[in-house]
């Protein structure tokens, strides 16, 4: 009766371990309106990082560009973000400049529906991303 008790305790004990959930790896707080994912290695490291794009947010008073580090094992870590007075919808990536770091880009809307600006994020790797230039451009309704 007594090993019949431990026995039903253990697995018990086993079944609630066993419906757990995902773990830590798979929770990431990023900021709200994420709008435009693009993954690469930004740091040559053979890891692939998570770059988002974020709309902005009158709750966070926030918008911009967010980047996720992979550390390997499936661990990310947040690792720099930029505001965007406007958010940063479209996030993508190239190698812009001449160096072998891929390059942010990305475009974001002013509240002048006829005025967008697209934002470089120059990645030089010596302390991740080191430079933004924006262009704006204007739309023209004949």
């Known amino acids: 009766m007594k090993t019949l008790k431990y026995t039903i305790i253990a697995i018990f004990a086993f079944l ?4 757990k959930v ?10 709200l309106l994420a709008q435009s994912i693009y993954s690469t290695d930004i740091n040559n490291d053979d890891y692939i990082d998570i770059i988002i794009g974020n709309s902005y947010s009158t709750i966070s008073e926030w918008g911009g560009v ?10 990310f870590i947040f690792n720099d973000s930029m505001y965007f007075e406007h958010g940063f919808q ?43 230039k924006v ?8």
Do not use: C, W
Not at 22 to 31: E, L, M, R, W
Not at 97 to 123: C, L, M, T, V
């Open 16 to 19: 609630m371990l066993s419906l």
């Open 66 to 75: 967010s980047m996720l580090e992979n550390i390997g094992n499936g661990y």
């Open 135 to 142: 262009f704006t451009y204007m739309t023209i309704m004949l």
């Open 90 to 132: 479209e996030v993508d990536g190239n190698y812009i400049d001449e160096n072998d770091y891929i390059d942010i880009y990305g475009r974001h809307q002013s509240n002048n529906p006829h005025k967008e600006n697209i934002a470089i994020i120059y990645n030089y790797g010596l302390s991740q991303f080191d430079s933004v």
């Open 22 to 31: 995902g773990d830590n790896k798979s929770v990431y707080n990023v900021p």
